[in-house]
């Protein structure tokens, strides 16, 4: 089994420390409202702290709220510690994650509103850890990675090797629970090479992660079947306790507990490799470490099946009974889903080896039954999860669908044109020659003749043009897809090669490709999206508007301060679900900021707002920024617009993205517009509230529409 079991081998004071590397790193003793601590504030985290290092968190809690109550102009980073300690609490302590997780949204909130930069991202990145472990222990792990990646791209430009190794840590957690263990084992490895940068030789916390980041490379090597991989990490992982856990002595018993559970660890790939002996030796070893009272029981437990596996593959039956009998005292003192299913099972071939097909019957039958139910509940897990990731990234297959529809259009446009110009034609013909005699009624019947096979034979062209164009349709799709994992690897390759030692000249040339490659890639992804957004069903969910607006804000505002950019964000005074595709809908507001800051000048500011009008929510983007000329504004929201002009400071635009935002709004009942001047533009997008769904979405702006 991988390592999450390992927290509880740690005691109170042990797990609070592990869980809050930025609670204990971050903290600054300075006084004013730019995210540090003020003066009264500082003697009750202290002696807040004091008690959580005594075990002692829920005296702690009590003399924390108390005192904060009295603290009369609390600054924002008081009141982020404030949570964040009830967070822990919550967390590590009562493992109430739901609860837990609404304190890290308090402390993103406060994280949110600071105005220093270095205490603004060091906190948002502190709370995206803190949700992404509540995330992760409620088993909702698309969320959890989401918050993670987050805080690792918000913090790997401003935080130390130490704190972005628990972000990769933990993204390597969830891939290991995905079965994408060549992933888990990229990610173990880096946030090992991360923890192994920083000098930690008396740091206990940092040398059981190390070894458990060691097991657990093993452990992902094993799964995917690179077991010589699998065994050098156990040896090194083994060969890193053993010269490292003697500077450990009040620890002995953790660092033997680390061993044992390396040694059944181990022991797979002795099984797999039908070496039986060097298996049981080990499995041995492990027993009798983890089955000492205050040690990884639980361990044991694994390590017992895995010997009793061995002895019915063995015909070992006397020996496979006494595992067994001693496995079942344990499961009964500490309970244990997998280990229950796997015990009925094995004495179910214990009892056919004995020939006692009754008995083996009904310990097989109740092994079903609860396999069964694992299993259901880990598929369900395992499906949902893997189906948002190829959602989040395998955008679309059929890129080339939007290039497509518009000639197709154009050729309808011109098929059209022709039948309105034939059908004048005829009109004038049949007239002409009715009123000069009825004898020419002969000749109209065989103009009509003629018409009519004209007509069938468009009808064939028509078929023939779409049939052609699905197959082109099949071809760009096939050719997008192909080429996007190049250019990736292209851009990939760029990257790593522009961090190497080259001339100016060679790095001029390199950091060309790179940008060429990633231009590339996002006109690839803006067509796939173009075309996924036309030929998908979204799906709403209940989303608070307030929180997907943030969200989006908080990801781009380093963006924006990368041009000097303020972006000032005024949300609804008391939350608000709207039934929306969360992704959609978060899709368009970040492109209508990504937008204000590409054609807004340096140090300009962006305000962004959310507000009620009748039925319907309103979120506004308004820049100060170069404008939509006139002739321009008719066109703005066409694919592959001529009105895409590059930004203040030369950046690329393709122009698919307000199409791409007007198909999303379509399917979404809402409706997106803008008023432009010299001096700036806004953009509003309109959601229906949800009793209020069903409205025409026109009926529903109280801003008018440009005309």
């Known amino acids: ?22 609670l204990y790193s971050s903290c600054k003793h300075e006084k004013n409202e730019t995210g540090k601590y003020t003066d009264a504030f500082i003697p009750i985290f202290n002696q807040t702290t004091r008690f959580f290092d005594a075990d002692q968190t829920e005296k702690g809690l009590k003399y924390l709220d108390s005192a904060f109550a009295e603290v009369s102009s609390p600054s924002y980073s008081d009141r982020f510690r404030y949570y964040s300690l009830h967070y822990v609490h919550y967390q590590r302590v009562l493992r109430t994650y739901q609860k837990a997780l609404m304190y890290a949204d308090s402390m993103m909130q406060m994280a949110n509103k600071m105005a220093g930069k270095h205490d603004y991202v060091a906190n948002l990145a502190e709370a995206n850890y803190a949700k992404g472990d509540s995330y992760f222990d409620l088993k909702q792990y698309n969320e959890s990675f989401q918050c993670y990646y987050q805080g690792y791209l918000i913090g790997k430009s401003y935080l130390n090797n ?62 995917s079947g690179d077991l010589d991989s699998a065994i050098a990490y156990f040896d090194k992982a083994k060969d890193f306790v053993s010269t490292n856990g003697y500077k450990y002595p009040e620890k002995k018993s953790f660092v033997t507990m680390a061993l044992g559970v390396v040694y059944g660890n181990e022991a797979e790939i002795f099984i797999a490799q039908k070496q039986y002996d060097k298996a049981i030796d080990l499995l041995k070893k492990s027993i009798t470490i983890n089955l000492q009272k205050g040690f990884d029981n639980i361990d044991a437990q694994y390590a017992q099946l895995k010997l009793g596996k061995i002895y019915a593959e063995q015909h070992r039956i006397s020996d496979l009974k006494a595992v067994l009998d001693d496995l079942r005292i344990q499961l009964d003192s500490l309970k244990n889903g997998n280990a229950e299913a796997e015990w009925n099972r094995l004495m179910g071939d214990y009892y056919i080896a004995e020939n006692d097909l009754q008995k083996a019957l009904s310990y097989l039958q109740t092994y079903n039954r609860l396999k069964d139910s694992l299993a259901k509940q880990s598929s369900l897990l395992r499906e949902s999860d893997v189906m948002e990731q190829l959602a989040n990234y395998e955008k679309a297959h059929q890129i080339q669908l939007l290039n497509e529809n518009n000639k197709i259009q154009r050729i309808y446009l011109v098929v059209s044109v022709l039948f309105g110009v034939m059908a004048i034609a005829i009109i004038f013909l049949v007239y002409r020659y009715w009123s000069r005699s009825k004898n020419d009624v002969k000749l109209m019947n065989e103009l009509n003749k003629q018409i009519n096979e004209q007509n069938s034979n468009l009808e064939q062209a028509l078929e ?18 192909d080429l996007r994992n190049p250019i990736g690897g292209i851009a990939s390759l760029t990257t790593i090669m522009a ?27 803006d067509i796939l999206e173009a075309a996924n957004v036309k030929s998908i069903n979204l799906i709403p969910e209940p989303v608070e508007i307030n929180s997907l607006v943030n969200n989006s804000v908080e990801l781009l505002r380093f963006k924006a301060a990368e041009k000097g950019q303020l972006i000032l964000f005024e949300p609804l005074n008391t939350p608000q679900e709207l039934l929306i595709s969360r992704e959609k809908i978060w899709r368009v507001i970040s492109n209508l900021i990504s937008n204000a800051i590409k054609f807004s000048p340096t140090g300009a500011m962006i305000d962004v707002k959310v507000e009620k009008a009748a039925d319907q929510v309103i979120v506004s983007v308004k820049d100060n920024g170069i404008g939509i000329p006139e002739k321009m504004q008719d066109q703005v929201f066409n694919m592959f617009t001529s009105a895409q002009r590059p930004g203040t400071a030369g950046e690329k635009s393709f122009g698919l993205g307000l199409s791409i935002c007007q198909q999303i709004m379509e399917k979404s009942g809402g409706a997106i517009w803008f008023k432009s001047r010299k001096d700036g533009t806004t953009f509003y997008i309109s959601l229906p509230l949800i009793d209020g769904a069903g409205l025409d979405p026109a009926q529903k702006v109280s801003i008018p529409f440009p005309r």
Do not use: W
């Open 1 to 22: 089994m991988i390592c999450p079991k390992k927290y509880s081998r740690f005691n109170i004071a042990i797990l609070i420390l592990v869980a809050s590397i930025f």
């Open 464 to 481: 023939e043009v779409k049939l052609r164009s699905q197959e082109k349709d099949r071809i760009l799709r096939a050719v997008a897809h």
């Open 162 to 223: 130490e704190a972005l190794s628990d972000y990769t840590y933990r993204m390597g957690m969830i891939m290991y629970k995905k079965g994408r263990y060549k992933a888990a084992a990229n990610y173990f490895k880096e946030s090992y090479r991360q923890k192994n940068s920083i000098k930690t030789e008396d740091d206990f916390v940092a040398f059981y992660r190390k070894q458990e980041l060691l097991d657990n490379i093993a452990l992902s090597y094993k799964n």
């Open 499 to 525: 961090e190497e030692a080259y001339t100016d000249e060679q790095k001029e040339m390199i950091n060309l490709v790179k940008e060429t490659s990633y231009n590339s890639l996002e006109l690839i992804n």
